[in-house]
């Protein structure tokens, strides 16, 4: 049976819609619920209070701390700071496409099921169960439950392999600085399989914590499918999202979104070199700030300017759009 031209357009209209209501929806409620959960699992694994303190107690009592201990307590400290900061920036990046890929999977084959079930009332195709997403969705938790603790072993060791000849008293301008940011980020860039596994466990298995709530939110409905079907639904989701975190398309778009990341810490840095000399402001100076870039790339959920930025992306959108319309073509079939 065609189906008229009128109901076609129609539907066109709604199809657009729905896909700008998902792109508004990550932007202002999804990212912003799951932010202050990667905030403080960032901080409590890339710690520097302890560091400080140690500095502090050796600075007021120079019999506390041999020079050795001094010098091996601000290399931590060196980089410590650039790994808490790019580590941001990248779990920002990461976490804001992630939540992205799923919610336009998800909700590209929710809106179909919800269409064919119109047009076609007596099409006995079961609809995509709450159970089943209410487990995808939980994956967007794995970042800061799990995954972070490799990004951030990752990140710090080329912070270190970067940091490692770079002296305290020694002088960047804010060119020096910068560079030293690409340089850690394209050797993460480097290890371009890894995306993947800070995000999805590789079984695709969440923690029991993490899986426990999404079990207790299907346990409260009476009629939830745990049947074998819904694992077989979950497991397409999942190789979907997988095969977009391993294209072409989402390593481009990731790249800018760290390039932009990266262009905001620095405009964040920037102030502190106004009325600086030009031969530039010492390292040892230069390291509470740079840590303070990362907590600020973390603050204000519902205000985030990075997100904001993220959003305004013209490549997002076409990445969101992209995964929008390769989901269509699984949910249509």
Request: net charge negative; hydrophobic share 45%.
């Amino acid at each position: 049976m065609t189906t008229p031209l009128h109901i076609t357009c129609y539907y066109d209209f709604k199809l657009q819609s729905h896909f700008e209501s998902i792109q508004r929806i990550s932007d202002t409620t999804t990212l912003p619920s799951v932010l202050p959960q990667l905030k403080a699992s960032l901080f409590s694994k890339v710690d520097l209070s302890g560091l400080t303190e140690k500095l502090i107690l050796g600075k007021d009592d120079p019999q506390a701390l041999s020079q050795r201990d001094k010098m091996q307590l601000w290399q931590e400290l060196k980089t410590l700071s650039f790994t808490r900061t790019v580590c941001a920036m990248s779990a920002l990046s990461l976490l804001d496409l992630f939540i992205r890929i799923q919610l336009n999977i998800l909700g590209r084959r929710v809106y179909f099921d919800t269409a064919r079930d119109f047009m076609n009332p007596e099409d006995l195709h079961a609809p995509l169960s709450m159970s089943v997403q209410h487990k995808f969705i939980a994956f967007a938790g794995y970042l800061h439950h799990k995954g972070l603790a490799a990004l951030v072993g990752d990140i710090y060791k080329a912070a270190e392999i970067e940091l490692r000849g770079k002296q305290l008293k020694e002088s960047f301008t804010l060119y020096d600085l910068k560079n030293v940011f690409v340089r850690i980020l394209a050797t993460l860039d480097s290890k371009r399989p890894a995306w993947v596994q800070y995000v999805l466990p590789p079984d695709n298995v969440l923690p029991e914590d993490l899986a426990g709530a999404s079990s207790a939110a299907d346990a409260s409905n009476q009629f939830a499918d745990v049947a074998t079907s819904d694992n077989e639904v979950l497991d397409q989701l999942m190789n979907e999202t997988r095969a977009v975190l391993a294209s072409n398309e989402f390593h481009e778009v990731q790249a800018v979104c760290l390039e932009v990341m990266l262009d905001g810490v620095m405009e964040e840095l920037y102030t502190i070199y106004r009325g600086s000399s030009d031969s530039g402001i010492p390292l040892a100076k230069l390291l509470p700030p740079v840590a303070g870039a990362g907590s600020t790339l973390l603050e204000h959920p519902d205000e985030n300017r990075f997100i904001r930025i993220l959003a305004s992306l013209p490549q997002v959108h076409a990445f969101c759009a992209l995964v929008y319309t390769n989901s269509s073509e699984e949910a249509a079939a």
